[in-house]
């Protein structure tokens, strides 16, 4: 079937088109920007949750596509920082990931506990309106450089639990594997296979 997929981040769509395929799930994936009337913004990220934001975007381009629709809404938590990152990750700190990445190093530099997790969240959103969630993490520690190319925002900080190297240095193959996202998806791939009539 096609899901119209609520992102314009490349590589969030690039990892979840191959974790699907992994999944045996062979979907045609599109994107807001492919709609025959694409919407000329985003919606604004009010939600306090990130089950709360990856709702509001399926329901948004709802009013777009009648069909299946899929969201992600991810973050970093940071134990040292509560509640500074997380639903706002993108935006506590202007600039670009890597401005992000400067950021949060120099709030940490005094700090002891450099525990961290990643959060994703998506949503399929059911023709009917009907809305399913799913949810995965990936604890990890913040490095106190950054380290490595691969991936984005805070992937050359991001240590997983188990490694020495961060997600930058560990490449894309090694985060597929692991990630939060791997797991939301995992699970909404589940629940796909345990519903195959839909
Ligand atoms: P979203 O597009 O609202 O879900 O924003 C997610 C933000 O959280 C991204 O812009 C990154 O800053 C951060 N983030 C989420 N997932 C990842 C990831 O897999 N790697 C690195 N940063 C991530």
């Given at each position: 079937m096609t899901i119209l997929f609520a992102t314009n981040n490349a590589h969030k769509l690039s990892e979840v088109r191959t974790l699907l395929a992994e999944f045996g799930l062979h979907d045609q994936i599109i994107t807001p920007?492919?709609?025959?009337?694409?919407?000329d913004h985003e919606p604004e990220e009010?939600?306090?949750t990130y089950a709360a934001n990856a709702a509001l975007k399926v329901n948004f381009l709802s009013s777009y596509y009648d069909g299946w629709i899929m969201s992600d809404d991810s973050g970093i938590d940071v134990a040292a920082l509560p509640?500074?990152?997380?639903?706002?990750?993108?935006?506590?700190?202007?600039?670009t990931d890597a401005d992000r990445c400067q950021a949060l190093l120099a709030k940490l530099a005094t700090a002891t506990n450099r525990d961290a997790s990643y959060t994703c969240v998506c949503c399929l959103r059911e023709p009917t309106g009907r809305v399913h969630t799913f949810t995965g993490v990936l604890p990890g520690t913040i490095a106190p450089t950054c380290r490595g190319q691969?991936?984005?925002?805070y992937d050359p900080l991001f240590i997983p639990t188990?490694?020495?190297?961060?997600l930058g240095e560990l490449g894309q193959d090694v985060k597929n594997q692991l990630s939060h996202r791997r797991r939301a998806f995992q699970a909404l791939a589940k629940w796909r296979r345990a519903h195959p009539s839909v």
């Open positions: 920007g492919q709609l025959p009337v694409a919407p009010t939600g306090d509640g500074l990152l997380g639903v706002h990750s993108k935006r506590w700190h202007p600039g691969a991936g984005f925002g188990g490694y020495n190297q961060t």
